[in-house]
């Protein structure tokens, strides 16, 4: 019943959380626009005006659904990846290279090929955090983090040296043959073939983490990890393997954006979905089915904010504003608290009266 309870309460302050931040959304737009039924009307309803939006929407949509699944998976066994951006741009650039390495290969075979290099560059290069953290008992939140920074300056160097394309006007490398190009779903929006995947993955995330032994056994080393350790568990397994997993998550990111979008790697085109993962996991209280309802709302704001930038007086700094206040509330975690604390006292009260 008490768990009943937290999860209700849990809800609640999501609930909470998201009320203030559209609130405070309102309230940045009254101070700041000059016409504000405008602004109000383009950042609420523009999202879904056209299909270039929505199509636009969905395909963010996509991108933070992985980027949130990523997160989860770490979070749930306890370990904490903050090296998502660097993860995100080695696994673009893998499947850039595996396809301008081999295109001969055929369009099926070489988008698999491509997403499973991608995943495996992104998982390596998360999954060392993890081996460091097991190993020498690093912490994978430090080592995460400036494994990243330090691979994201060796890519851009061979991104605009050894890989660029002498013919773009774009700090880019070489386009992949459009065999290996997903498909379309809106056109002229960027909404792909990816956005299956992305919802595939959150079902094959959710069967693993509560349908398996070795879900199980990574909730529980999350949980109580000396409780783990002495009821026999691999506790240093559950470090690296969920920290791999996470990076091969990120790596995803990367090839849907090289396969689905850009059809190559453009210098720092991976910048805040890493981080904006982080925000959607923390939404999504680790719940690896509400990733997709915690991605869509952090895809409306920033289709919001950009359409509401295009055809109002929306100061495009506002939309980072408003996911910073996003962050704030949602990592203070006070109004969760706060929430079952209420529902806490409303339960005592009724018992007290009967």
Excluded at 123 to 148: H, Q, T
Excluded at 280 to 298: C, D, K, R, Y
Aim: with cysteine; hydrophobic share 50%; glycine share 12%.
């Amino acid at each position: 019943m008490r768990g009943r309870h937290r999860l209700f309460g849990r809800f609640a302050g999501t609930m909470i959380t998201l009320i203030a931040v559209f609130l405070t959304a309102v309230l940045f737009l009254l101070v700041f626009s000059n016409d504000k039924g405008e602004s109000l009307y383009y950042f609420f309803a523009g999202p879904f005006l056209t299909s270039l939006s929505i199509g636009n929407m969905l395909s963010s949509f996509t991108l933070l659904t992985f980027s949130g699944l990523a997160i989860t998976v770490a979070f749930r066994a306890d370990v904490f990846n903050l090296g998502g951006e660097g993860q995100i741009y080695i696994g673009a650039l893998a499947a850039t290279f595996f396809l301008l390495r081999f295109p001969a290969m055929g369009g099926e075979w070489g988008i698999l090929m491509a997403t499973g290099t991608a995943a495996l560059a992104g998982g390596i290069l998360a999954g060392l955090s993890g081996w460091l953290k097991a190993r020498w008992n690093v912490d994978e939140l430090i080592s995460s983090f400036l494994l990243s920074g330090g691979i994201i300056h060796v890519i851009d160097y061979l991104i605009t040296g050894p890989l660029s394309d002498r013919n773009s006007y774009l700090l880019t490398t070489g386009t992949v043959g459009e065999a290996f190009w997903l498909t379309r779903l809106m056109p002229p929006s960027n909404l792909n073939s990816s956005f299956f995947g992305a919802l595939f993955a959150v079902a094959a995330m959710a069967l693993f983490l509560y349908y398996t032994k070795q879900g199980y056994e990574l909730r529980i080393c999350g949980m109580n990890r000396e409780f783990a350790y002495y009821g026999g568990l691999n506790t240093s397994l559950y470090i690296i393997l969920p920290m791999f997993l996470s990076g091969a998550v990120m790596g995803l990111v990367g090839s849907s954006a090289v396969l689905g979008i850009h059809h190559s790697t453009i210098k720092g085109f991976y910048s805040g979905i890493g981080w904006n993962g982080i925000a959607v996991a923390l939404i999504a209280g680790t719940n690896p089915l509400a990733v997709i309802p915690s991605a869509f709302v952090f895809a409306f704001l920033n289709q919001a904010a950009s359409t509401a930038m295009m055809r109002a007086d929306f100061p495009f700094e506002l939309g980072g504003l408003i996911q910073a206040v996003v962050f704030l509330f949602i990592s203070s975690k006070i109004l969760a608290e706060k929430a079952e604390s209420i529902l806490s006292f409303i339960k005592e009260k009724k018992g007290a009266g009967k």
